[in-house]
């Protein structure tokens, strides 16, 4: 069956560190999303996707960066891991074009101490 | 800030009891979708409206689409404790990329039996 996976689960960082998560689909989808989760906020996007080489920032993407390289994966980078960048992180994956219901991996949680 | 704004934030209901929630955006969607995310899970897709005026339903779960294309609704009747979550909606605008939703807050709901 087709699913979404994101790796690790957990993280505990120390400030300043480059973390990195990681996101695999094998849907085949071409669009790719990532979100964090924070109390009150709902889910606020940082990067998202169209296809290969393709990305595209969001509306909370200062001090995250993503790269593209095939159609499975999306990782997720923190340049320098800041306290205020503690959250939940999920990503996401839909067809191409418009209206296309979004499929969320498990999430991880990350902590910056 | 918040584009998508979800009422209430917070909702309390006895099992058997009926309620709704309420998505109000500023701008004109293109189409809404709705998500439950269930305590420590993942978001997962409800349903998706595109007309002007739609209505569906899904056994007690009722979805509105406003005339406007700017509101949505969900009424969920003789709530059961498998309805606990969080519900999110989640507008395509009209002027945004295609496959690219802004969320609600969400409705956190905790069910009293």
């Known amino acids: 069956d087709a699913e ?65 390289s ?28 418009t209206g296309g219901e979004q499929y969320f991996g498990p999430g991880t949680r990350l902590t910056v101490t | 800030g918040q584009q998508v704004m979800q009422i209430p934030q917070y909702q309390h209901v006895q ?24 305590p420590g899970g993942h978001p997962v897709f409800l349903i998706q409206l595109v007309k002007s005026g739609e209505v569906k339903k899904q056994k007690r779960l009722t979805f509105q689409f406003g005339e406007a294309k700017k509101n949505s609704s969900l009424h969920i009747t003789a709530t059961q404790t498998t309805d606990v979550g969080t519900y999110f909606c989640a507008g395509e605008r009209t002027t945004d990329s295609w496959g690219k939703l802004q969320f609600g807050a969400g409705t956190q709901v905790v069910v009293t039996p």
């Open chain 1, 4 to 68: 979404i996976t994101q790796s690790p689960r957990h993280k505990i960082t120390e400030t300043g560190r480059q973390v990195t998560l990681a996101c695999h689909q094998t849907w085949n989808h071409n669009n790719m999303f990532w979100y964090r989760q924070d109390l009150g906020h709902g889910l606020r996007l940082i990067h998202y996707s169209y296809g290969v080489q393709d990305t595209n920032k969001g509306e909370v993407s200062d001090g995250y960066s993503v790269s593209r």
């Open chain 2, 15 to 38: 099992e058997g009891e009926d309620f709704t929630t309420y998505c109000n955006s500023s701008t004109t969607l293109s189409n809404i979708q709705w998500y439950k995310q269930r």
């Open chain 1, 70 to 97: 095939n159609t499975e994966d999306l990782p997720l980078t923190l340049e320098s891991a800041a306290s205020s960048q503690t959250s939940v992180y999920f990503c996401a994956s839909s067809v191409t074009g």
